[in-house]
């Protein structure tokens, strides 16, 4: 079974077509009509508009977080949900319309024939993305070097937030940051564990740029604090 987990956060003009893309519906155009997930969880992280209720009613299974936790706690949500469910596989994939539902077919097949327990996407392998230029030329590259020296992997994507894990990595990886340093810390727990994996190119579109600089800054900010606080606790 392959188990869909879709963080969200005020994304009532989005939710709908995301869940039922993810199902298969008629208006995901091209190859990947046809149903390929078999459950969609959205994490409701707190929203304050109609995220949940049009969620439900688009045929997802919605939990609930009563504040804004962030998106490592509703990722780790939905993990222990998939665990209690008896998921093969989960699936990352973000409630903004960002990912193309047509690169989850490949990427499981991929998985499956690489027999890797971990598949990352990366907007950098040969997939067309609108990439806000602060974060192409700024954040990520700060992020990949903080993530080599951290993280000890080495990729060209380190906060894509596209992810199929496989059941034993399920078990192992445990999301202890609530916010953006989820994404380093699935890495770190990627070498901890002793994870197979592979990167994968898929298609990223930005649709709101002016959150550049501003979600930019967030990213750094989480991935400095999340990394020294933890270490010091």
């Not at 392959?2 to 190859?31: C, D, Q, T, Y």
């Not at 609930?64 to 469910?85: E, P, W």
């Not at 093969?88 to 989850?104: A, C, E, K, P, R």
């Not at 230029?133 to 080599?148: G, Q």
């Amino acid at each position: 079974m392959l188990l869909a987990i879709v963080p969200a956060h005020n994304e009532e003009k989005n939710i709908g077509s995301v869940v039922r893309n993810l199902f298969g519906h008629p208006a995901s155009l091209g190859s990947c009509a046809g149903q390929i997930v078999d459950k969609v969880v959205v994490v409701d992280d707190g929203s304050t508009d109609n995220t949940a209720v049009i969620a439900r009613e688009a045929g997802a299974v919605v939990l609930l977080h009563k504040i804004n936790r962030g998106q490592g706690a509703a990722l780790q949500t939905g993990h222990d949900y998939a665990l209690n469910c008896g998921a093969d596989y989960v699936l990352h994939f973000d409630g903004d319309s960002q990912f193309d539902v047509s690169d989850i077919k490949p990427a499981l097949e991929e998985i499956q024939r690489k027999n890797v327990d971990v598949l990352l996407g990366s907007r950098f392998l040969g997939k067309e993305a609108n990439i806000p230029a602060f974060k192409k030329n700024i954040i990520f590259p700060v992020a990949r070097v903080f993530n080599r020296v951290f993280g000890g992997i080495d990729l060209t994507d380190v906060h894509n937030g596209f992810r199929i894990l496989n059941r034993r990595a399920l078990e192992s990886v445990k999301i202890t940051h609530d916010r953006m340093a989820h994404a380093t810390e699935i890495i770190e727990q990627i070498k901890k564990h002793n994870l197979k994996h592979i990167e994968f190119p898929v298609r990223v579109v930005y649709r709101e740029y002016g959150q550049g600089v501003e979600g930019g800054f967030v990213i750094l900010k989480d991935l400095i604090l999340g990394r020294f606080i933890k270490k010091h606790w």
